[in-house]
């Protein structure tokens, strides 16, 4: 069975400081992986995917950056946090047009 | 616009009572993906189908493509069913798309 692992579960981080969340999916080659992200009382968006190693599709413009170094890692990162970065953070992969599956998110308060 | 509208934004039933939460989109879906979301943040995936109808326990989502709308049918309400209510669509590209969510309250 196919798991999805998201770390830290929660950070409070101050501005201006870089930040590192990651995501592992295990159980499952090749996966499309994907960054969603809400703000508190908003919507989900997806902020990146990727379909293959080495290659992430940016969604929307964050000021944030995602890699992904290997097949079952994706990882969002930013060298600066601002304010606007608070929010839940959620991984996901899906099989090619089918139903997504979600880690339990990471939770960031910029202070 | 909003690609996928869901109604109503919040709802308040007594337990027992059967909800009816509808989800309109804009684009031409693949299909339709209902979530529970938890008050800490988490998904939990409930039912997916493209087109047509699909039950599992109390819950039955029907999405008529077509029409560009969907429905989360949940029958005899219970107090544990309150939360968010998420639909999403996923378009040909794979991408998939969220509404606002449906707040549920089932009073005792």
């Known amino acids: 069975a196919q798991t999805i692992h998201q770390w830290p579960v929660a950070e409070i981080k101050a501005v201006g400081s870089p930040l590192s969340l990651g995501c592992t999916i295990k159980?499952?080659?090749?996966?499309?992986l994907y960054w969603y992200w809400q703000a508190t009382g908003g919507t989900l968006q997806q902020l990146f995917y990727?379909?293959?190693?080495?290659?992430v599709e940016s969604v929307v413009q964050l000021n944030l950056s995602a890699s992904r170094p290997k097949d079952d890692q994706f990882i969002l990162s930013t060298e600066k946090l601002l304010l606007s970065h608070s929010g839940f953070y959620l991984c996901?992969?899906?099989?090619?047009?089918?139903?997504?599956?979600f880690g339990s998110g990471t939770r960031l308060l910029v202070i | 616009g909003q690609q996928v509208q869901q109604s109503p934004a919040s709802l308040v039933l007594q337990e027992g009572e059967n909800a009816e939460l509808q989800c309109n989109f804009s684009s031409t879906a693949t299909r339709l993906q209902w979530f529970y979301q938890r008050p800490g943040g988490s998904l939990v995936s409930l039912l997916s189908?493209?087109?047509g109808t699909k039950h599992t326990g109390r819950l039955t989502s029907t999405t008529v493509t077509k029409e560009r709308r969907g429905s989360l049918h949940i029958s005899s309400s219970q107090i544990t069913d309150s939360g968010t209510y998420l639909c999403?669509?996923?378009?040909?590209?794979?991408?998939?798309?969220f509404g606002d969510g449906t707040v549920l309250t089932v009073k005792p």
């Open positions: 999403a669509m996923t378009t040909n590209t794979g991408k998939l798309t």
């Open positions: 189908n493209p087109s």
């Open positions: 996901a992969w899906s099989p090619e047009n089918s139903d997504y599956t």
């Open positions: 159980g499952k080659s090749s996966p499309n």
């Open positions: 990727s379909i293959t190693v080495g290659q």
